[in-house]
Nanobody, 125 residues
């Protein structure tokens, strides 16, 4: 079973940037991405990228501000977050689907069967 370990969360001021990293123990998945959950809110899909091609998908709330990328040599996926807003405050989870690519699973949280432990991102002045 693939294991995912996130890092890079923290406190940042509005308008600032953060980069999250997700190290995978192996690359036997079809798609990998990020979900987030704020206190009292439902889980929200942020973005995903296919493992074997550069197909990416973004949620409307982060388009133009967040960028997902991967380094296959390091089995690591990154989430570059720019122009952060207070509403981006949440626990961010790295997730992967062993069965489906982004075209099918999209940002549907229940479609991802592998989860990291999460990392807190707080956007506040």
């Amino acid at each position: 079973q693939v294991q995912l370990v996130e890092s890079g969360g923290g406190l940042v001021q509005p308008g600032g940037s953060l980069r999250l990293s997700c190290a995978a123990s192996e690359s036997t998945y079809e798609a990998i991405g990020w979900l987030r959950q704020a206190p009292g809110k439902r889980r929200e899909g942020v973005t995903c990228i296919n493992n074997y091609e550069d197909y990416t998908y973004y949620g409307d709330s982060v388009k133009g501000r967040f960028t997902i990328s991967r380094d296959n040599a390091k089995n690591t996926v990154y989430l570059q977050m720019n122009n952060l807003k207070p509403e981006d405050t949440a626990v961010y989870y790295c997730v992967a689907s062993s069965e489906w690519g982004c075209e099918r699973v999209g940002l549907w949280p229940e479609g991802y069967d592998i989860w990291g432990q999460g990392t807190q991102v707080t956007v506040s002045s």
